[in-house]
């Protein structure tokens, strides 16, 4: 089975622009959760998508949303992009979330905010 | 969530076994450990997670004594590759807010 991926892996983009990052999960997965990673503050839940449905919601503004697609795929959105947001961005998914489940992750989108 | 704490730092050589042990005081009755393992600019890779006992993969064991309140990674016979920070979380199986602490930085030296 292929596991999560996400486009793109890299990207630069300069205060007060917007960005929209993508993950398609594992074949059959339903649950998506999305994650910040910094040095300072280590790695942080934003949001879960399971089913196109917002299911659970971290404490991040509302400049970062994100969707979920009928067949599975999640993207994240950062409006108004500070510098603050540089970091490294997982998804993660999941089947759906029944009990012995565990999360597998993707190998993350690095975004450097200019 | 219970609240884990692990070592910040190891340091082993090549063909040596490893043993990171994480203690979860507050270990909830339907929690599960899990192991990730993740390497500079990519996502955590899921090595191994276990309830009681002892679990043991082909990568690493996970042993669990009976109280629970503490666990132990083992991994066989490190190699360089196996350079990478590990994480210990304690959460109810299917949780998805994981919370990530620190990890254990170990570094495997030739």
């Known amino acids: 089975k292929a596991g999560v991926t996400q486009t793109p892996r890299y990207l630069i983009k300069t205060r007060g622009q917007q960005v929209t990052l993508s993950c398609s999960p594992i074949?059959?997965?339903?649950?998506v959760s999305w994650y910040q990673q910094t040095p300072g503050q280590g790695l942080q839940f934003l949001f879960e998508y399971f089913s196109e449905t917002q299911r659970n919601k971290g404490n991040f503004p509302g400049r970062f949303s994100g969707r979920q697609f009928s067949n599975s795929r999640s993207e994240m959105n950062v409006s108004t992009l500070e510098l603050g947001d540089s970091a490294l961005y997982l998804c993660?998914?999941?089947?759906?979330?029944?009990?012995?489940?565990?999360?597998?992750f993707g190998p993350g989108t690095r975004l450097l905010v200019l | 969530l219970a609240k884990t704490t692990q070592p910040i730092s190891m340091d082993s050589y090549e063909g040596q076994e490893v043993n990171i042990t994480c203690s979860h005081n507050n270990i909830a009755t339907n929690d599960y450990i899990t192991w990730y393992q993740q390497f500079p600019s990519q996502g955590p890779r899921f090595i191994i997670q276990?309830?009681?006992t002892k679990v043991k993969n082909e990568v690493a064991s996970l042993f669990i004594p009976a109280d629970r309140k503490s666990s132990t990674l083992s991994l066989p016979r490190v190699s360089l590759s196996d350079t990478a920070v590990y994480y210990c979380l304690v959460a109810p199986g299917g949780y998805n807010k994981l919370i990530f602490g620190a990890g254990t930085r170990l570094a495997v030296h030739p």
């Open positions: 276990g309830y009681k």
């Open positions: 993660a998914s999941m089947s759906s979330g029944g009990f012995q489940e565990t999360q597998y």
């Open positions: 074949s059959g997965h339903r649950s």
